[in-house]
């Protein structure tokens, strides 16, 4: 098994994003490691606060990277780690978009998949984890028998002078009921897939300023 972490810390940014890239990381394991891992877990804590939109995002990991990981059961990524949304302009000079999404690499050998679902990211990974569950149903993926999604709620606490208990349990129920509809989303794609689904969340408490 292989297991990475990033806590999201440095000395200088309390959210500072990982210096090593999800496919940076993938080089660095053998390919005789690639051939007989079983067990893989990236979990970069890849939010991307509202004050960090416009640095350079991590290099997701290619599908030509992880094919080469051909004993893989058991997989737990977070979304840097396999979404990219490029924009770029064609020769007519129109914008196309471009997407890549975990099915489109996911080793067949996988039976156990697990997504770790960062706070800003939700909105737009829905999307993804809903054409994930057509492609089970479909039967791309006959050896995958069970998907979870891990799904924190992550709550800035507001500073002692400022503390207003209405306001913060307006914004607690606000983010409960967001998540319930993603959870909803979330079986009714598998919900034909035969696959026993997971959908986990809890409350994390950060401190504010």
Known sequence: MFKFVSDGYSCWHSQARSQVSPTQLIEFLSPRTQKT??????NFDGRVEPGQR????????????????????????????????????????????????????????????????DRWARYELLHFITYLGQRVVSGDLPKLKRVQIDAPIRHTMPGSNSWDDDWDNEQLARLS?????????????????GVEMWFKTWYIWEEGW
Request: hydrophobic fraction near 40%; proline fraction near 6%; aromatic fraction near 12%.
């Open 177 to 193: 009921a967001e998540m319930n509809m993603r959870r909803e989303a979330f079986q009714k794609a598998f919900v034909a897939s």
């Open 37 to 42: 891992l079983q067990r893989l877990s990236l």
């Open 54 to 117: 416009n640095l350079p995002k991590p290099k997701p990991i290619t599908p030509q990277q992880i094919k080469h990981f051909t004993n893989l059961t058991i997989f737990k990524v977070d979304s840097s780690c396999f979404y990219s949304h490029v924009l770029y302009h064609n020769k007519d000079e129109l914008i196309v978009e471009q997407e890549t999404y975990v099915v489109d690499f996911l080793p067949q050998t996988v039976q156990t998949l697990t997504i770790f679902f």
